[in-house]
DNA sequence: GTAACCGCTTTCCTTTGGGTAAGTAAGGAC
DNA sequence: GTCCTTACTTACCCAAAGGAAAGCGGTTAC
């Protein structure tokens, strides 16, 4: 039996893995990060996302906005114009994945580097 | 146009995704995460993990197992005893998502506590 | 022999996610 | 009246993920 002393103990696992599986739950699928981080550059309608998000249809973002909007990550805002005209637009709990979006992001990119260098290997 | 200065940018967005989906891209499933943890706290034997990660089927089991070699987070090492034994070891790999879990759980946690709260408020 | 255990593999089935395309209600343009 | 736009919804389809259960080759126990 090879205990590894640098990595968590097993109280530390098996509770924080609830949480990473909450979290994950929330964050997953092909999109939604997607559509959060285009909503938080700027609040834009239905369409302008469908034409940003490129490849999404409508039945999904509709799907994603609603998801979204119910972890409370965007909000829908309904403007009276003639016809109404219909905004998304990013909370500020969104910017609580911030940090979260920094470490899948720097962890992602050097997994990339290190798959590239094994594959320069053997071959 | 609402424009949230508190977030990142539009380039800082676009170059994050694509680190951020191949990240969660490893990282993903509903299985993967919760036999690294169980791998971390000490190397184990193919029934040992079947019955930790309990609900996992062999034939998944076997699977992720090799997804997650493939990946190098974990080692298959064979011992010639009579017969074989064969374990199962996290490498030093599997704890550079040290943070990206630490990250995860942290965020997944503190929602969990506001998705409770705000189903009180509604009930 | 027979049974049981280990480390899987195979087969079959259901669920889920997502894609395509069409439709629709409300309003505006011509 | 007819068509266009917006913001969706609906219906149908497909592929991948995953679950249940059985099988299998090798080995040990009795």
Same sequence: chains 1, 2.
Wanted: glycine fraction near 4%; charge should be neutral.
């Amino acid at each position: 039996m090879i205990v590894n002393e640098q990595l968590p103990g097993v109280e530390e696992c098996e509770g924080s893995l609830k949480n990473v599986l909450d979290a994950l739950y929330v964050i997953n699928g092909k999109w939604k990060l997607a559509v959060i981080l285009c909503l938080v550059q700027s609040s834009k309608r239905f369409n302008e996302i469908q034409h940003e998000v490129t490849g999404i249809s409508s039945k999904v973002l509709a799907k994603e906005l609603k998801d979204l909007e119910l972890n409370d990550f965007i909000t829908r805002k309904v403007y009276p114009t003639t016809p109404v005209s219909i905004f998304y637009e990013a909370t500020e709990y969104s910017g609580t994945l911030k940090s979260v979006i920094a470490e899948l992001s720097a962890w992602g990119e050097q997994h990339r580097e290190k798959v590239k260098q094994s594959m320069r290997k053997q071959s």
